[in-house]
């Protein structure tokens, strides 16, 4: 058998830090959303796990600090499981942007090998596996439209009332998550910058994207804007494309706005493509990975 899995990226409409978990964690607060952007992960048959890496620039690990593999020896450890299988991932979703690149990955892989593997392991048991590998696992293997609490794995599913239209790019070099938390810890949080996560949900629900703009927010975007001052001009650049919300995603430093009708957005895309050629436009999804059976 060969599967051929989408393994979607993901931005945060908010993220909110309201305190501190008793293991030390920040306590998060996040709308987080899929969409159409996507590594494509492709699985088969084989006595051990593998895996190969390509991608256009930048550089992906293909040993067993990917968390693709990672999460293939998560899997075997949770079931008993010994078969291999044959990986071949390919990157699309920028590196160390906030955009769930690798935890998409190890989503893919948990739920592609669980195919592969003929275990019936429910998505909540995945989750319970991906959460072991990282925090945004659970997430991206549910997908969608979710309000993510505590480090990110206490999951509500929320409505969503049609689908959005996004361009997404990364303007620098990435960033470190650990170095941006640091950093906020030493520096704290300005109220002001604070997500208006209720009034957030209630847009989407509902579809307003004039409502949502106002609400988008995320604390962790002063201290990334600091360490890359290249983030303000290309949120900025954005606005003036017309989004009626641009903010960072995660940690960064990967950048996003949310136009109120397809054209707008496509030719936003085409406008900030001459400034930043890696600039995608993209739409929210349903869910986190999708996979297709191969002839």
Excluded at 136 to 155: H, K, S, T, W, Y
Aim: proline content about 5%.
């Amino acid at each position: 058998m060969k599967l051929s899995i989408q393994a979607r990226a993901k931005i945060n409409w908010t993220l909110d830090v309201v305190g501190t978990l008793p293991n030390g964690y920040h306590d998060l607060d996040m709308l987080m959303q899929s969409v159409t952007l996507c590594d494509q992960l492709t699985i088969e048959d084989a006595p051990e796990c593998t895996l190969s890496v390509r991608m256009q620039g930048g550089y992906v690990p293909a040993d067993g600090s990917n968390l693709v593999l990672r999460a293939a020896r998560a899997l075997q450890e949770a079931t008993g499981e010994t078969r291999g299988a044959r990986m071949t991932l390919r990157k699309y979703i920028p590196v160390a942007a906030g955009m769930g690149g690798g935890s998409s990955d190890a989503a893919a892989a948990l739920k592609g090998l669980n195919v592969l593997w003929n275990l019936g392991l429910t998505d909540e048991r995945l989750e319970e596996i991906g959460l072991t590998i990282g925090a945004d696992v659970p997430f991206c293997i549910r997908g969608g439209l979710q309000r993510a609490r505590g480090v990110g794995e206490r999951l509500t599913p929320l409505p969503l009332k049609r689908p959005l239209y996004l361009v997404a790019f990364q303007p620098c070099r990435g960033l470190s998550t650990k170095e941006v938390f640091a950093a906020l810890h030493e520096e704290g949080i300005d109220p002001a910058d604070r997500p208006d996560n209720d009034a957030a949900q209630r847009a989407l629900a509902s579809g307003d994207v004039r409502l949502l703009g106002r609400s988008m927010g995320n604390v962790l975007e002063p201290v990334s804007r600091r360490l890359r001052p290249q983030l303000d001009e290309a949120i900025r650049a954005i606005g003036e494309s017309g989004a009626l919300g641009a903010r960072m995603t995660g940690s960064g430093s990967a950048v996003f706005g949310v136009y109120a009708h397809a054209g707008d957005c496509k030719r936003a895309a085409q406008q900030l493509m001459q400034a930043y050629p890696a600039c995608r436009m993209m739409r929210t999804a349903e869910c986190g990975v999708v996979i297709t059976r191969e002839a």
